[in-house]
T-cell receptor, first 113, second 114 residues
Framework: KNQVEQSPQSLIILEGKNCTLQ??????????LRWYKQDTGRGPVSLTI?????NTKSNGRYTATLDADTKQSSLHITASQLSDSASYIC????????????FGTGTRLTVIP | NAGVTQTPKFQVLKTGQSMTLQCAQD?????MYWYRQDPGMGLRLIYY???????DKGEVPNGYNVSRLNKREFSLRLESAAPSQTSVYFC?????????????FGSGTRLTVV
């Protein structure tokens, strides 16, 4: 069964600290993996997208890694800011099928001063 | 550049009532999608339209209908609302077929059915 699992479900960190969010997936055949940020009351916004051949991609203070062999991805946030408080969703696309996006349930990050 | 615009932002319906959620995109994308987001679950695809004039069922289509009015607009209709349809609904669009890249989401419609 195609699944995308994220951990932790929620996380509270102090402003300025780093954190890492995890995503494990079982979907196949893999096409790409994307991390989204979803602010409360808003739609998801793309942070990074990674294909099979990419193992690291950065977007400012956000760095995503991908290990296609172990089917794991992580999102590392450096020097967190209050505005990083949001849900972070891992989405995996498979190569075939009409419904080819698989969404994780997200990690709820809260950054406190 | 507005991106994907959804209306309304909030709605409360009584069981059995009908309503249409509107979605419009101004990015000239071919594909449009409707998702629902429920607590503790990932976004689930209700219906999608790969191109103007076509619509297909997603993972959870029961109780919904859609219309791809033109390339810009894709509406979702609840003919007889049920409490199980209480959810946050997101419209999205993408520019490459089934949505390999470039998904853009609207800000959502929070629907409560009482």
């Amino acid at each position: 069964k195609n699944q995308v699992e994220q951990s932790p479900q929620s996380l509270i960190i102090l402003e300025g600290k780093n954190c890492t969010l995890q995503c494990n997936y079982t979907v196949s055949p893999f096409s790409n993996l994307r991390w989204y940020k979803q602010d409360t009351g808003r739609g998801p916004v793309s942070l990074t997208i990674m294909t099979f051949s990419e193992n690291t991609k950065s977007n400012g203070r956000y760095t995503a890694t991908l290990d296609a062999d172990t089917k794991q991805s992580s999102l590392h946030i450096t020097a967190s800011q209050l505005s990083d408080s949001a849900s972070y969703i891992c989405v995996v696309r498979v190569q075939t099928g009409a419904n080819n996006l698989f969404f994780g349930t997200g990690t709820r990050l809260t950054v406190i001063p | 550049n507005a991106g994907v615009t959804q209306t309304p932002k909030f709605q409360v319906l009584k069981t059995g009532q009908s309503m249409t959620l509107q979605c419009a995109q101004d990015m000239n994308h071919n594909s449009m999608y409707w998702y629902r987001q429920d607590p503790g679950m990932g976004l689930r695809l209700i219906y999608y339209s790969a191109s103007e004039g076509t619509t297909d069922k997603g993972e959870v289509p029961n109780g919904y209908n859609v219309s791809r009015l033109n390339k810009r607009e894709f509406s979702l209709r609840l003919e007889s609302a049920a409490p199980s349809q209480t959810s946050v609904y997101f419209c999205a669009s993408s520019g490459t077929g089934q949505g390999a890249y470039g998904y853009t989401f609207g800000s959502g419609t929070r629907l409560t059915v009482v």
